[in-house]
């Protein structure tokens, strides 16, 4: 079903998108964590304008729960290697290559808008699978050797739940935020997979398996808690 909806400029709350859904039986705020978008919900047959009352009658809700969006800028680094550069025409885009991220915007300020940073961010997703696939590319040949396994599958996906996973069909998922991390962090996440292949849960024998090939898996376990599967420009800058 086709959703309309009209965006007002309030002094109270700030932007606002007014979203009328059939479906919709009652007004519903909320925001978008990524790009921090404030939307009202609302049935199709109230007007836009009730919608507006109704986010500026929570203001405090709004103030409270507004979330930290990421700010992007020029020289920003994304992953090890793309540098994220600005420039300023009349299209909003953003073109991923080998190692960079150019961005096309009207203006400095439309950088912050939530449809700029919607943009930039699945351009920012692009880059780091393009680097999370070369680095496990380039890591699961040594570990492969070592361990004496390959997995049936491998796949690189935008996980934000886990580093990486291993099912019972012997397929191997990384999460593409792999590219964030330090080299050693990669090739415990790694190795911990792979010894999946042999131990599908976390017993002895399992963390056995990834001491015999990381003496110092337990330092390196603790301090991949430090790190988190999201987006986080400047990691490596
Ligand atoms: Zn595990």
């Not at 309030?10 to 979203?19: F, I």
């Not at 836009?48 to 009658?57: D, N, T």
């Not at 808008?113 to 699961?140: G, S």
Request: hydrophobic share 40%; net charge positive.
């Amino acid at each position: 079903m086709a959703a309309s909806k009209k965006l007002f400029e309030s002094k109270l709350v700030g932007q606002v998108d007014v979203t009328k859904n059939k479906k919709s039986k009652s007004l519903r705020l909320k925001f978008d964590k990524t790009n921090g978008q404030l939307t009202v919900t609302q049935p199709s047959w109230l007007p836009y304008e009730a919608g507006l009352k109704f986010a500026e009658s929570r203001q405090d809700w709004v103030v409270k729960n507004r979330p930290q969006v990421l700010a992007f800028r020029s020289n920003d680094m994304i992953g090890r290697r793309h540098v994220l550069s600005v420039c300023f025409q009349p299209k909003t885009k953003a073109v991923v290559s080998k190692s960079k991220i150019t961005v096309s915007a009207p203006n400095e300020a439309l950088l912050d808008q939530p449809d700029t940073i919607n943009i930039i961010t699945k351009a920012c997703y692009r880059a780091l699978k393009i680097e999370t696939e070369a680095l496990v590319e380039a890591r699961i040949q040594v570990v492969s050797k070592l361990m004496n396994a390959t997995p049936t599958n491998l796949h690189i996906r935008r996980t934000h739940s886990r580093w990486g996973s291993c099912n019972s069909k012997q397929e191997i998922s990384f999460s593409i935020f792999l590219a964030q991390l330090p080299d050693e962090l990669v090739d415990y996440v790694i190795v911990h997979e792979f010894a999946h292949l042999e131990h599908l849960n976390h017993s002895s024998q399992f963390w056995q398996r990834v001491e015999s090939v990381i003496p110092n898996y337990k330092k390196l376990r603790l301090q991949l808690k430090d790190h988190s599967p999201a987006l986080k420009p400047n990691v490596f800058a």
